[in-house]
């Protein structure tokens, strides 16, 4: 390393400026003349050149060992990584407020697993959906149980109770995380309520619409501990995958695994085909109906920016 460079990581990029955490604190930062400032994310591991005052020039950036990544938002195709160098990511839903959806649950899974990042599920707002002795409602439990079952770790939490928040604490220990979801489901009450120490912006949602008011407008990486590090993210209002092959979109659906390389056609897309084992699989109860709509919903388009490759 070039000794009057700082080795740092990016913990917020907001509009062509950067702040970086280094060993001597946080330094803010533009991006070298001539380089996209668009394509540094927070997660980034980068070089800066130390300025007077606090500031610097990020020099260069490292690769990357990972990222997360959906389609820009609209028709066109490009990539927006929305953080880099992640561990795994924590898809956030609401219990209720704005309404719990499986549709958008099963879109993030399958680019989490895409982008080779393991996946928490976190149903936040329980509280919003429970009897008076608090416990979850049945029906939102069941609904939650069909990816537990499928190897993903659920937490239900309340950042307006607490309830679940040390589980959420515990899964972030020690990782690189980003919580990721659409707008008013507790992303960022969440963050707070883990880190008591940490304020950030939220506000309540939409009474026309339902939805959430896209408060978190940029992506923020806030340390936690030691190798802790935990991404609060805006809101998005359409997730379309990034260049997702029809053959790996069931790869994504991990319970399929098992079964495809059952099919009798090593190029079957388990839409129609005969000899078809995860098909099979739905019919026998061994794979939730529901996913595997999902599935076939996504193979064929099914609108919102989808990006899934013919190949
Ligand atoms: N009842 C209830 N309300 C909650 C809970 N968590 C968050 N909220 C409320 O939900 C609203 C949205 O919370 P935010 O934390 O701003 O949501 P967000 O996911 O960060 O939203 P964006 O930044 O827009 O993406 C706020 O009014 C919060 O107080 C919860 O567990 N229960
Ligand atoms: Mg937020
Ligand atoms: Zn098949």
Redesign the pocket.
């Known amino acids: 390393m070039v000794p009057d460079q700082l080795e740092g990581i990016v913990i917020l990029a907001s509009s062509g400026l950067f702040q970086v955490e280094t060993a001597t604190g946080v330094i803010h930062c533009m991006a070298r003349a001539g380089a996209d400032p668009g394509s540094i994310v927070p997660g980034d591991r980068v070089l800066v050149a130390p300025q007077p005052a606090g500031r610097g020039v990020i020099e260069s950036m490292m690769p990357r060992r990972t990222r997360f990544s959906r389609k820009v938002a609209g028709r066109r195709q490009d990539e927006q990584v929305i953080a880099a160098n992640l561990d795994q990511v924590v898809i956030v839903l609401a219990a209720s407020e704005p309404p719990f959806k499986e549709t958008t649950l099963d879109r993030y899974l399958a680019s989490a697993e895409h982008c080779g990042l393991d996946a928490v599920v976190c149903i936040n707002k329980v509280d919003l959906a429970s009897a008076a002795n608090s416990a979850p409602a049945p029906n939102l439990a069941q609904r939650a149980d069909v990816y537990a079952r499928i190897g993903y770790l659920v937490i239900m939490t309340s950042a307006a109770l607490g309830n679940g928040i040390d589980r959420l604490r515990q899964a972030l220990a020690g990782r690189v995380s980003a919580l990721v979801g659409p707008s008013g489901v507790g992303?960022?009450s969440l963050i707070s309520a883990v880190s008591p120490g940490v304020s950030?912006a939220?506000s309540d949602i939409s009474a026309s619409t339902g939805k959430g008011r896209h408060?978190?407008t940029c992506s923020r990486l806030i340390k936690l501990g030691v190798g802790s590090y935990v991404a609060?993210t805006?809101?998005m209002r359409e997730f379309g995958f990034h260049r997702i092959s029809q053959g790996e979109l069931a790869w994504c659906f991990r319970e399929f695994r098992p079964h495809m390389e059952k099919c009798r056609f090593d190029d079957c897309r388990h839409v129609k085909e005969p000899g078809c084992a995860v098909r099979k699989a739905v019919e026998q109860g061994l794979v939730s109906e529901g996913r595997y709509e999902h599935y076939l919903r996504l193979m064929g388009g099914g609108g919102h920016g989808n990006h899934i490759v013919v190949c």
Request: glycine share 12%.
């Open positions: 992303k960022s950030l939220t408060t978190t609060d805006p809101g």
